[in-house]
Nanobody, 125 residues
Framework: QVQLVESGGGLVQAGGSLRLSCAAS????????MGWFRQAPGKEREFVAV????????YYADSLKGRFTISRDNAKNTMFLQMNRLQPEDTAVYYC??????????????????WGQGTQVTVSS
């Protein structure tokens, strides 16, 4: 089992920045990929970014490239999401997820085995 706890969400004005954290505990040695998804009210949960725990390869949703940066600290078993130039449409609950095997599609939520409780990000105009 892997436990994930997100933090760092909050209220920010448009154009501002936030840094989300996801602390992993438990059987983290088995984690292959860790990612961020988000879900806005009334919408499907969508892929944001993913990082391969070993090697650090990263992949992003096309619409978010250049504004969001995913990273990790292996020693602390923590993943981050730096979000810059935030816009009201970025308002959502952001979820941390982990897969303990290589996902056939890293941008599909059903391939992830563990999820955090989510952290709210609200961007005001």
């Amino acid at each position: 089992q892997v436990q994930l706890v997100e933090s760092g969400g909050g209220l920010v004005q448009a154009g501002g920045s936030l840094r989300l954290s996801c602390a992993a505990s438990g059987r983290t040695f088995s984690t292959y990929y860790m990612g961020w998804f988000r879900q806005a009210p009334g919408k499907e949960r969508e892929f944001v970014a993913v990082i391969r725990w070993s090697g650090g390869s990263t992949y992003y949703a096309d619409s978010l490239k250049g504004r969001f940066t995913i990273s990790r600290d292996n020693a602390k078993n923590t993943m981050f999401l730096q979000m810059n130039r935030l816009q009201p449409e970025d308002t959502a609950v952001y979820y941390c997820a982990a897969a303990d095997k290589v996902p056939p599609r890293y941008d599909r939520r059903w391939y992830y085995d563990y999820w955090g409780q989510g952290t709210q990000v609200t961007v005001s105009s």
